[in-house]
Structures are given as structure tokens and as C-alpha cells.
T-cell receptor, first 114, second 115 residues
Framework: DAGVIQSPRHEVTEMGQEVTLRCKPI?????LFWYRQTMMRGLELLIY????????DSGMPEDRFSAKMPNASFSTLKIQPSEPRDSAVYFC????????????FGPGTRLTVT | AQSVTQLGSHVSVSEGALVLLRCNYS??????LFWYVQYPNQGLQLLLK??????LVKGINGFEAEFKKSETSFHLTKPSAHMSDAAEYFC?????????????FGAGTRLFVKA
């Protein structure tokens, strides 16, 4: 079975540009999580969805960040406008109600904002 | 609020030696506890988890961890290290009240294995 798929794997952009990160969860999973990993702050939960509905977005750093899940097989994390401090690895993870304790992570998107 | 402290950002062991990675947690309610492993340029992979029941939990790749409520600890061990165990390890805690959905991760411990 395919795991969690993220695209792109690497993104380099200039400050002020819009960035869109994409995630395809594992088929059948009804929970989707977005995390950010940096050396300074470690792994932080940004937002999570259940059945395509955002449940907790308290980790979203500011209004420049937004996330959507238009259907069960696709989610986006958008940063507009991007800033150098947004440089990080962004992970998407999914899980199912029956195995909520087991989150399956994608390979991540390494974002560099210059 | 919940928190996780991993003692030692780097641990180095010789191949064949015992691996011990330390994790202490803070939680006002009985927690769910996890260990994840991250290999270079990859996402995190669940090694093992404690939810209820037996306090000694066995995971993949020969790892195990013991939940000690009195010590608020959940240390990860492996009797004999392999070169392939070199990776970063994360301890994590979830709140039972939220059904375990919101997971707090520790800062991570990078394990080096010497030949």
C-alpha cells in the first residue's frame, strides 16, 4: 500500500511568495495532521482534520498560514506571504479512528525561504 | 499542560551494546506514550506505544519501553545495538482526554552506533 504522499519534496522560494504544500493521506484514514519540524522548536503540530473538518488549528503560527482538506484524499498547507523564518520541514501524517494512536508520516517537504 | 523531556540530545553506543534512551513526561492525567524513529530524510515511524495494560511494551526492531508512573518515565531500550539503529528517536505523549489525537513530541535524541 502507498503511504502518505507529500509534494513537493523540496521547495525553495523567495520571501513574499505564496507556497503550497500538498498531502495525500493513506486511503481509508480519517485523520490528517500537519506538523512543522525545525532545529529550534522541534516537531510542532500545526493543525489536524477529522473527516475533512479542521478540529484544532491552535498550532498554526499566524494568519499567513492556512490549511484545507477539500476531500478525504487531499490536503494543502498554504503560506502567504512566506518569510525566511518559515523555513522548515513540513510533515503530513494520517491515522484512522480505529488506530488513532498510530500516526503514519509522509516523507516531508523541506521548505527554504530566501 | 503536557510535556516531554528527552535526556541527552545525542547518545553514542558501540555495536552490540545496550541502547538506553531516556524520556520523562509531565501529564495531569494518565497519558498515552509513544516512541517514534526518524531516519535521515524520512518521516517519523512508530516504534511502540503504551495506552493501557502491561507497562512493558515491545515494539519493532527489538526495542522495548517500560511505563513507570511513579517515575513519570518511559525509557526506550534495546539489548544489542545494530548499525542500522542509527537514527533520531522521539518520545511523545498524548492526552487521554482528547482521545490521543493531539501528540506532543520531545526534542529528539540522535543515536550514533560505532562499529
Amino acid at each position: 500500500d502507498a503511504g502518505v504522499i507529500q509534494s513537493p519534496r523540496h521547495e525553495v522560494t523567495e520571501m513574499g511568495q505564496e507556497v503550497t504544500l500538498r498531502c495525500k493521506p493513506i486511503s481509508g484514514h480519517d485523520y490528517l495532521f500537519w506538523y512543522r519540524q525545525t532545529m529550534m522548536r522541534g516537531l510542532e503540530l500545526l493543525i489536524y482534520f477529522n473527516n475533512n473538518v479542521p478540529i484544532d488549528d491552535s498550532g498554526m503560527p499566524e494568519d499567513r498560514f492556512s490549511a484545507k482538506m477539500p476531500n478525504a484524499s487531499f490536503s494543502t498547507l498554504k503560506i502567504q506571504p512566506s518569510e525566511p523564518r518559515d523555513s522548515a520541514v513540513y510533515f503530513c501524517a494520517s491515522s484512522s479512528t480505529g488506530q488513532i494512536y498510530e500516526q503514519y508520516f509522509g516523507p516531508g517537504t523541506r521548505l527554504t525561504v530566501t | 499542560a503536557q510535556s516531554v523531556t528527552q535526556l541527552g540530545s545525542h547518545v553514542s553506543v558501540s555495536e552490540g551494546a545496550l541502547v538506553l534512551l531516556r524520556c520523562n513526561y509531565s501529564s495531569s492525567v494518565p497519558p498515552y506514550l509513544f516512541w517514534y524513529v526518524q531516519y535521515p530524510n524520512q518521516g517519523l515511524q512508530l516504534l511502540l506505544k503504551y495506552t493501557t495494560g502491561a507497562t512493558l511494551v515491545k515494539g519493532i526492531n527489538g526495542f522495548e519501553a517500560e511505563f513507570k508512573k511513579s517515575e513519570t518515565s518511559f525509557h526506550l531500550t534495546k539489548p544489542s545495538a545494530h548499525m542500522s539503529d542509527a537514527a533520531e528517536y522521539f518520545c511523545a505523549v498524548s492526552d487521554r482526554r482528547t482521545g490521543g489525537f493531539k501528540t506532543i513530541f520531545g526534542a529528539g535524541t540522535r543515536l550514533f552506533v560505532k562499529a
